[in-house]
C-alpha cells in the first residue's frame, strides 16, 4: 500500500550524489544537505537517527513533495550531432516524488517511520538520435532512456542517554525499480566479447549475423508507474549526536550498503543486422547485485546567536566497492543466454555540505547552503543514459510557521553544469560529451502535536 502510495503520486528523483538525492526533507535540503547534527524535523531519520533526539516536539508529522527538473544534453563529438533528454514517453520528467514521515517521543526515546526516495536517475533521448544508430550508420529506431527509482521505508529510533549524549539507528526496508533501453553498436559487442565482458550461447549466435551492427537491450514499461526489472532489500544506518559545548553540536552516522535482491523482469533483446534486419528476442533479465553504497558521515552545528545556526557536514561514499559493473544475465525464451558486465569502475565519493539557518522573526527562518563533490564516475565509463555526473550544488529556503504547530517548509537547490566526455569502448561507440545540471524544488508541510 505505501510503495504504490509513492509510486502512484510520482515518477522518479534524479539523484544528484551520483544515485543519491544531495538531502532529505526541504529543511537539510535548503542547507546544502546537512543533517549529521542538527535538528531537520523527521527526515533527519535517513541521514543519522539520532537527530530524532534533538526535536522539541513530542510528536510531529512531515508530508512534502521532491521535484526536480534536468537539462542533459549528449554532444557526438565527431559529427556535431547533439541528442537531448527529453520528455519522449510516458514515465519521464520532470520528476518528482513524495517524502512522508511520523515522529513520536516516549521518555527518552524517539521513534519514526516514513517513506522517502533515496535517489534515481533518468534520461529519455527517444528513438531518433544518433544513440540510436547503430555500426556504419543504420538507423534502427530504437529507445536510448532509463530510469531508476530507489525507494526507502525507514522504521528508525534515538535514545537521550544522558543531557549530552544521544544514539540512534534504523532499519529500511528498500525497493529498487529500472527501466533501461540501450542500444551497443558492433564495436561496442565486439570489445566486451574482446575483453571477456560477455560470454554465453547466444555470443556466437549474434556472431554468427551475416553482417551485426548493434544490440539492443529493452527492458522498459513505458508507463506512468511500473518498471522492467526491480527488487526488494534493506538498508540501515547508525547516529549519534553530542553537545560538546551548550552552543555546538557534533554528529557521526555510518549507512550500511544496501543488500538487494537481484533486480529481475523481462526484457527483449534484438541484435540489428544490415542483411537479416531487426531479430528480436524476448525472455527474463537480471540486472545482479545492484547495489546503493554504504557512507559515513561526521557533522558539527554551533549556533553564533539564538537566530543564527551554522552547520557543516563531511562525507565519504563508498561508491568503489558497490558499482564496479553493471551485471546483465538474459536467458532467452527460446533458449541460449548472454551474461554481460558493462564497466563502471565508480570512485569513492567525498562530499563537503555546508549550510546557515537564520530566523529572522517567530515565523519565519531563512536559509541557505553549499555542497561540493569529488567526481564518482570515470569519464572512460561514462554512458550517455547513465550521466549522474553534477558535483556541486547552491541551495536557499525557508520554513514559515502558519500557526504553533504547523509550518511550511521550501527549498531550492541548483546542481551547476557539469560536463564529461566519453571516447573510449565499449561504454561508447561514437566520441561523446555530456552536459548535465538540474533544478530541485522541495515542499513540504509539518505539523506537531
Known sequence: MLLSTLAGGAQMAQATDVFRLEGFGAISRAMGGTAVAQDVGPAGMMTNPATLALMRESEQVMGGLDLITTEIDVKNKASGETASSRTHG??????????????????????????????????EYGNRSFLSRASGGVDTGLENSSRLLVLDIPLAASFQVNDKLAIGGGIDAMWQGLNLDLLLGADQVGSLIGNGRASGSLVPVL????????????????????????????????????????DTTVGASYTIKSRMNDLSGRATLTAVDAVAGPVPLAGKIKIQDFQMPSSLNLGISHRVTPQWLLAADLSQVFWKDAMKDIKVKFLSDGGGDINIRLPQDYKNQTVLALGTAYQLHDRLTLRAGLRVASQALRSSTLFAV????????????????????????????????????????PNTSAPIQVKHSQNNVVLGYRYSF
Open 207 to 246: 556472431g554468427g549475423l551475416p553482417d551485426l551492427r548493434g544490440a539492443h537491450f529493452s527492458l522498459t514499461q513505458d508507463k506512468l508507474l511500473g518498471s522492467g526489472v526491480d527488487a526488494w532489500g534493506f538498508g540501515g544506518r547508525l547516529g549519534m549526536v553530542y553537545k560538546a559545548a551548550p
Open 386 to 425: 547513465i550521466p549522474a555526473t553534477p558535483k556541486t550544488h547552491l541551495s536557499a529556503g525557508f520554513t514559515y510557521a502558519l500557526s504553533n504547530q504547523s509550518k511550511l517548509d521550501f527549498a531550492y537547490s541548483h546542481a551547476l553544469e557539469e560536463t564529461m566526455s566519453n571516447t573510449s569502448l
Open 90 to 123: 510516458n514515465n519521464r520528467g520532470p520528476y518528482f516524488a513524495p517524502e512522508l514521515a511520523y515522529t513520536k517521543r516516549v521518555g527518552a526515546w524517539t521513534f519514526g517511520a516514513g517513506a522517502f526516495a533515496q535517489g534515481g536517475l533518468g534520461t
